[in-house]
C-alpha cells in the first residue's frame, strides 16, 4: 500500500490512478487517513463480497426464524 499526502495527491494524480490499478492507495491530510483509491476491479470485487454477504445473513436469518 502506498501512503500519500493531500500535497503529493494533486501533484501526482495521474501517477497515483495508475498505481491503484495495482496497489491499495491511502490518502492523508495532516497525518491522518481520510481516503483509499483503488481500482475499479477491486471496488467491484468488494461490492460482490458485500452482496453475498447480506444475502447469507437474510438466508440465515430466514432459517433460524423457521
Known sequence: MIVATSVED??????????????????TRRAPPVADVVSEH????????RRRREEAVRWYSSDRRA
Open 10 to 27: 494533486q501533484s501526482r494524480f495521474g501517477e497515483l490512478i495508475d498505481r491503484a490499478q495495482r496497489e491499495l492507495i491511502e490518502m
Open 42 to 49: 477491486d471496488l467491484r470485487e468488494l461490492g460482490d463480497v
